[in-house]
């Protein structure tokens, strides 16, 4: 284990130092380097359930940070716009992905399947970049962040009836209970939450300050996985959890400090956490005649899914706004990864089909930051009004 993480720390830090002397971003590095090292290429390891674990922790903590440095006030009043993106960032690549493999003649369950990863969005990779930049607390941001929080929940649900179908499960109680519970965790997460945090801070500080150097610290990593367990137990993705958990925090005048005491745990996790990702792409499979030119053109459907879907809702802020907006939300990554592998598991998804979503996955995830990177650091970007919260901080 311990040889496994010198490697897998050690190149995800060479990756991601070569990509930005590059001027691109440090997550593609750290991408393409998980696919070149792991089990289906130079296989220096073996994934197993000690590397899930690593990879768990690196997104639950990569959201927090993400979630510590977003106001939730901000983050409310792009809601309607969240909202629609969200929406329609879901409807379009359901359609999209359901279409394809009804055109070709696949199952509904394998179609329903293959929509439900094309309504992903990996949140991670784009708040990845757009932390790298410093513009986690621009308007843009602030929407993708709340359309990717939209856009989970609703592919969750995608995901409930697409898996209720596959084993005769479905029940219309189940949609309607599980529907209920994402809505409630997501307001109460944000409305009862922070003053929770507020009067709680004080006492547990008191409580712990002989035992931990930072209490707050505790408090937050407690939360943390607490959430990350409720969000997991309704249902909701884990990460989901971890990204109310840090909006609890954001607003505490003890913030600035948190996010420093957060800094080393996220250099340790989180680029072993994208250096997994690109480790599980079996590189053989994707090269397929079988696999290849469907995966391409399911790909180029993903992507149009996104901007079109996405960009239209966003079109009120304006063009450069709606781009932004939409190459922000194109990433699949891990999440369409894991939808990939419940269909796999269950016996709906054939090996071709799992390979034609992982070769969507992985390049919608490496084409994304460097379209990304320009489009934030534009000067249209540049005017875009800061968060309280990014407000008087380097």
């Keep these: ?37 792991g089990p289906y290429a ?29 106001d ?33 003649g696949h199952s509904v369950p394998e179609a329903l399947f293959v929509g439900a990863a094309l309504t992903a969005t990996s949140v991670g990779i784009t708040a990845r970049v757009m932390t790298d930049l410093k513009r986690i607390t621009t308007r843009v941001a602030r929407v993708i962040l709340g359309a990717a929080v939209i ?41 009862l939450g922070r003053p ?20 707050l610290f505790a408090l937050a990593v ?42 080393p745990i996220h ?27 469907i995966g391409l053109l399911m790909t180029g459907l993903a992507i149009v899914g996104k901007l079109a879907g996405c960009g239209a809702a966003a079109l009120p802020g304006g063009r450069w706004h709606a781009l932004t907006i939409g190459v922000g939300m194109i990433p699949r990554g891990e999440v369409g990864l894991v939808v990939a592998m419940i269909g796999l598991d269950s016996g709906v998804v054939s090996n071709d089909v799992y390979g034609m979503v992982v070769l969507m996955c992985i390049v919608t995830s490496l084409v994304a930051p460097p379209v990304l990177r320009p489009l934030l650091a534009s000067p249209a970007m540049m005017e875009e009004p800061p968060g309280p919260v990014g407000e008087g901080r380097p």
């Design 222 to 263: 407690a939360l943390c996985f607490g959430f990350s367990v409720i969000a997991f137990k309704i249902g909701l993705a884990g990460i989901i959890g971890a990204f109310f958990a840090g909006i609890l925090f954001a607003e505490l005048k003890e913030a600035p400090q948190l996010r420093r005491s957060m800094e």
């Design 151 to 191: 856009d989970d929940v609703l592919g969750m649900l995608v995901l409930a009836v697409v898996s209720g179908m596959a084993v005769g499960i479905l029940s219309a109680s189940h949609i309607a209970l599980l529907t209920v519970e994402a809505v409630a965790f997501c307001v109460l997460a944000v409305v």
């Design 42 to 70: 130079l296989g220096l390891f073996e994934i197993t359930e000690f590397h899930d674990l690593f990879a768990e922790l690196g997104v639950v903590f990569l959201l927090f940070t993400v979630g510590l440095e977003t």
């Design 72 to 104: 939730p006030k901000s983050l409310l009043r792009v809601g309607r716009e969240a909202v629609a993106v969200g929406t329609a960032g879901v409807v379009l690549p359901f359609l999209f992905g359901y279409g394809l493999m009804h055109a070709l």
């Design 1 to 37: 284990m311990l040889l496994d993480l010198l490697i897998l720390f050690t190149s995800a830090k060479i990756a991601g130092g070569i990509f930005t002397r590059l001027r691109m971003p440090a997550v593609v590095g750290e991408i393409l380097a998980g696919v070149i090292i």
């Design 267 to 293: 250099e340790l996790l989180v680029p072993i956490f994208f250096v997994l990702m690109g480790a599980k792409v079996d590189v053989h499979r994707l090269f397929t005649m079988e696999v290849l030119p």
């Design 196 to 215: 929770a945090v507020h009067r709680v801070s004080p006492h547990f500080t008191r409580i712990v300050g002989d035992a931990s150097k930072d209490p």
